[in-house]
């Protein structure tokens, strides 16, 4: 059964860091495509960013430059490290995979984890 | 920022029908790149609901229904029942520098 857990999340200064983990069980996430999509609370859902199976990372530009996606293949877990954390980063972050190369389309979800900036 | 747009809200009584309407760009949809739907409900995760515009996962009644055609996807529930109130997403690939993969900005299904 693939599930994704997210871990993480929590109360962090403007200015701040945190590291997202997302541990992955059923499937290998290194032959997926992963990406992080966040939901501000009371908003609609955005991509954040993705990582393909060879490696290539790509970035909204909202995150650009502070926001890293990598993985860990020993541990089967994706992580998103977030820096110079701002107020509009508050929001429930999820791991999501794609369902196959250039599909586009996520076909499972973690359950979120919460990240709240504060001022 | 959301390129594709739907509308806020819709309702419907149990056992109408109702569609959501998603509208995109000759960068996303109208590239030919497919639509995909979520369905969120309260307080969980997106659940994929519909994909490759008109598709269903194994487990999705066939209550719900999707299209496609140029710049723009419609989902349609049929037979609304109250388990269906939830948030509805759609969302695609978008071929411009800044963007990869696009969401709606998300319709509000009520069922009076």
């Known amino acids: 059964e693939v599930q994704l857990v997210e871990s993480g999340g929590g109360l962090i200064q403007r200015g701040g860091s945190l590291r997202l983990s997302c541990a992955a069980s059923?499937?290998?996430?290194?032959?997926?495509?992963m990406s992080w999509v966040r939901q501000a609370p009371g908003k609609g859902l955005e991509w954040v960013s993705v990582?393909?199976?060879?490696?290539?990372?790509y970035y909204a530009d909202s995150v650009k430059g502070r926001f890293t996606i990598s993985r860990d293949n020993s541990k089967n877990t994706l992580y998103l490290q977030m820096n110079s954390l701002r107020a509009e980063d508050t929001a429930v972050y999820y791991c999501?995979?794609?369902?196959?190369?250039?599909?586009?389309?996520?076909?499972?979800w973690g359950q979120g984890a919460l990240v709240t900036v504060s001022s | 920022q959301s390129v594709l747009t739907q509308p806020p809200s819709v309702s419907g009584a149990p056992g109408q029908r109702v569609t959501i309407s998603c509208t995109g760009s000759?960068?996303?949809?109208?590239?030919?790149?497919?639509v995909h739907w979520y369905q969120q409900l309260p307080g969980t995760a997106p659940k994929l609901l519909i994909f490759?515009?008109?598709n269903r996962p194994s487990g999705v009644p066939d209550r719900f229904s999707g299209s496609k055609s140029g710049t723009s996807a419609s989902l349609a529930i049929s037979g609304l029942q109250a388990e269906d109130e939830a948030d509805y997403y759609c969302?695609?690939?978008?071929?411009?520098?800044?963007?990869?993969?696009?969401f709606g900005t998300g319709t509000k299904v009520t069922v009076l």
């Open positions: 000759s960068s996303n949809l109208g590239a030919g790149y497919d």
């Open positions: 059923g499937f290998i996430v290194s032959n997926n495509y």
């Open positions: 999501a995979r794609e369902a196959d190369y250039g599909d586009y389309r996520f076909d499972y």
């Open positions: 490759g515009n008109s």
């Open positions: 969302q695609s690939y978008d071929s411009s520098l800044s963007h990869l993969y696009v």
């Open positions: 990582i393909y199976s060879v490696g290539n990372t």
